[in-house]
């Protein structure tokens, strides 16, 4: 089993990497060492997620760096500052309408800033003698499903489905993928990749489903729904996606990549219908009124119809598996957006506010 003693997260201030450092810093007593957030504070990254985590682990455990990882002169003196043995590579421009109404920052980022941290890891984990690379070492990517396409109305995305990327997102996180493969098969350099599908859970900015329809709930705001609504999703809670990642890292050999899903499809319209409940519940709404406010609007661009994970690989041979089941997670993720809303505040800016106009604007 991997020790991994400096690790290098990127993106630790978005939705999964925060949930991440949380998870190893609070939940996992088998981690004993340093964690250093690289992260641009995009208008996805909030600082404000982890402001406990800093005042606890802060400058012992846990160290902040604002910054951008295509930037090869910073994320070169970063391997050297800390000793970085392994890096967790979540950064990423993650959200797939904003990737059809601007791609240029997603190839960016998840391709450009992918290559450039590969390549600052091979530089700084290269043996001195020979051509090969530190024993101690571990680049971890972390993959979408949506690399994989779209399904019909039978079958799964296993490890082996041929890469089908079909919106501007899941074309640039295909192309981070191969050169992570490239990276490991050409130079030998160790790298773990794992592709999971739908993450919610707390911190999740609400731009994606789940967070835009609790918090348009609350505030009595229309429910805007793409299509015909019955597009499929595998939901997963964010802590499980994350002792999925953390098993791959302590136990996968070199060169593997897993699968990781919920095992959990659900029609968007469902899934709104299954939420509309607990939200009411929990915040004591008038249950007809929110569902009156569902909209049909626009479709979205190249809409993909089904994602579905086939994660049998993962759970066979690590034996990971998932703890929460999906009504628990809802109703978690409820309560987090009910408790915290300075942190909601914090993120609904200006920024935002434009986002939703240029998104839904277009889809009246
Ligand atoms: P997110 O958008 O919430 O967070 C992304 C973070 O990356 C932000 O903190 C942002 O500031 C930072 N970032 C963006 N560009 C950067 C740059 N150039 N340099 C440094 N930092 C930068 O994303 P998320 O939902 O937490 O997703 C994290 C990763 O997981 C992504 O790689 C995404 O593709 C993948 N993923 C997400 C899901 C999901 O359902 N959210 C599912 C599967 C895989
Ligand atoms: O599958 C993994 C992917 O899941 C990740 O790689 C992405 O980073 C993440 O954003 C997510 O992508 P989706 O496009 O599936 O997530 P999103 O929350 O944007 O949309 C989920 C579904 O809900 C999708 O079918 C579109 C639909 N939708 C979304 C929004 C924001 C609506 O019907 N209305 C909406 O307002």
Redesign the pocket.
């Given at each position: 089993m991997r020790s991994l003693k400096n690790v290098l997260v990127?993106?630790?201030?978005?939705?999964?990497?925060c949930n991440f450092i949380r998870f190893l810093l609070e939940k996992t007593p088998d981690f004993t060492g340093r964690i250093v957030n690289?992260?641009?504070?995009?208008y996805?990254?909030?600082a404000a997620s982890l402001a406990d985590i800093d005042s606890r682990f802060g400058g012992r455990r846990y160290f902040f760096e604002h910054?951008?990882?295509?930037d090869r002169a910073l994320v070169e003196s970063l391997f050297v500052k800390y000793g970085i043995d392994t890096v967790v590579h979540?950064?990423?421009?993650?959200?797939v309408d904003r990737s059809i109404l601007g791609p240029e920052a997603f190839v960016?980022?998840n391709v450009v800033?992918t290559f450039t941290l590969l390549d600052a890891a091979r530089a700084a984990w290269k043996e001195d003698s020979g051509g090969g690379f530190r024993q101690d070492v571990l680049f971890h990517h972390?993959?979408?499903?949506e690399v994989y396409g779209s399904l019909g109305e039978a079958g799964f995305f296993t490890e082996s489905t041929p890469y089908d990327p079909r919106s501007p997102y899941s074309a640039s996180?295909a192309a981070g993928d191969h050169l992570v493969m490239a990276y490991g098969h050409t130079y030998g350099l160790p790298v773990t990749m794992t592709n999971?599908?739908?993450?919610y859970g707390p911190c999740?900015?609400p731009e994606?489903l789940i967070p835009l329809m609790i918090l348009n709930m609350l505030e009595g705001k229309p429910l805007p729904v793409y299509g015909d609504g019955k597009n499929i999703r595998d939901w997963l809670f964010v802590e499980d996606?994350n002792s999925a990642v953390w098993t791959v890292m302590r136990k996968s050999a070199s060169g593997e990549r897993y699968n990781i899903g919920g095992e959990n499809e659900w029609e968007n319209i469902r899934l709104l219908e299954f939420l509309i409940g607990v939200v009411s519940e929990q915040a004591g709404l008038d249950i007809e009124k929110v569902r009156s406010s569902i909209t049909y609007v626009k479709d979205r661009l190249g809409h993909d119809r089904r994602y579905a994970v086939d994660c049998s690989k993962i759970k066979r041979e690590l034996c990971w598996k998932r703890s929460v089941d999906f009504a628990e997670g809802l109703s978690k993720t409820v309560a987090w957006y009910l408790a915290n809303t300075q942190w909601v505040d914090s993120i609904r800016s200006g920024e935002y506010q434009r986002w939703v106009e240029k998104n839904y604007g277009e889809r009246r």
């Amino acid at each position: 089993m991997r020790s991994l003693k400096n690790v290098l997260v990127t993106g630790g201030a978005g939705f999964i990497g925060c949930n991440f450092i949380r998870f190893l810093l609070e939940k996992t007593p088998d981690f004993t060492g340093r964690i250093v957030n690289l992260d641009a504070l995009t208008y996805a990254g909030n600082a404000a997620s982890l402001a406990d985590i800093d005042s606890r682990f802060g400058g012992r455990r846990y160290f902040f760096e604002h910054g951008d990882i295509c930037d090869r002169a910073l994320v070169e003196s970063l391997f050297v500052k800390y000793g970085i043995d392994t890096v967790v590579h979540f950064a990423a421009e993650s959200h797939v309408d904003r990737s059809i109404l601007g791609p240029e920052a997603f190839v960016k980022t998840n391709v450009v800033g992918t290559f450039t941290l590969l390549d600052a890891a091979r530089a700084a984990w290269k043996e001195d003698s020979g051509g090969g690379f530190r024993q101690d070492v571990l680049f971890h990517h972390i993959g979408t499903d949506e690399v994989y396409g779209s399904l019909g109305e039978a079958g799964f995305f296993t490890e082996s489905t041929p890469y089908d990327p079909r919106s501007p997102y899941s074309a640039s996180k295909a192309a981070g993928d191969h050169l992570v493969m490239a990276y490991g098969h050409t130079y030998g350099l160790p790298v773990t990749m794992t592709n999971c599908s739908n993450n919610y859970g707390p911190c999740q900015f609400p731009e994606k489903l789940i967070p835009l329809m609790i918090l348009n709930m609350l505030e009595g705001k229309p429910l805007p729904v793409y299509g015909d609504g019955k597009n499929i999703r595998d939901w997963l809670f964010v802590e499980d996606h994350n002792s999925a990642v953390w098993t791959v890292m302590r136990k996968s050999a070199s060169g593997e990549r897993y699968n990781i899903g919920g095992e959990n499809e659900w029609e968007n319209i469902r899934l709104l219908e299954f939420l509309i409940g607990v939200v009411s519940e929990q915040a004591g709404l008038d249950i007809e009124k929110v569902r009156s406010s569902i909209t049909y609007v626009k479709d979205r661009l190249g809409h993909d119809r089904r994602y579905a994970v086939d994660c049998s690989k993962i759970k066979r041979e690590l034996c990971w598996k998932r703890s929460v089941d999906f009504a628990e997670g809802l109703s978690k993720t409820v309560a987090w957006y009910l408790a915290n809303t300075q942190w909601v505040d914090s993120i609904r800016s200006g920024e935002y506010q434009r986002w939703v106009e240029k998104n839904y604007g277009e889809r009246r």
